[in-house]
């Protein structure tokens, strides 16, 4: 059984370094502000180490991925 999983973006921790948007541009678009937006939060399973990659290099430590595997 595959569990779903989705992107979140801590609004308040995150700077808008864009950072996440070049690790993972198919799923995160920035404003105009440089902050990431996220149409569809769902993560396909091919882009799950894309998704870890990201969330590991966020300087501000404001993306995570929700119902990951421990």
């Known amino acids: 059984m ?6 979140r973006i801590d609004r308040i921790a995150c700077t808008g370094r ?4 070049e690790l993972l541009p198919e799923l995160i ?3 105009e502000w440089g902050y990431p937006v996220i149409e569809d939060r ?3 399973e091919r882009l799950h180490t894309h998704a870890r ?8 430590l ?6 990951a595997e421990p």
């Open 2 to 7: 595959t569990r779903t999983r989705s992107l």
């Open 18 to 21: 864009g950072l996440c948007a």
């Open 53 to 60: 990659r990201a969330v590991g290099a966020c300087p501000r």
């Open 29 to 31: 678009d920035l404003d």
């Open 42 to 44: 769902a993560v396909p």
């Open 62 to 67: 404001a993306l995570r991925v929700e119902g």
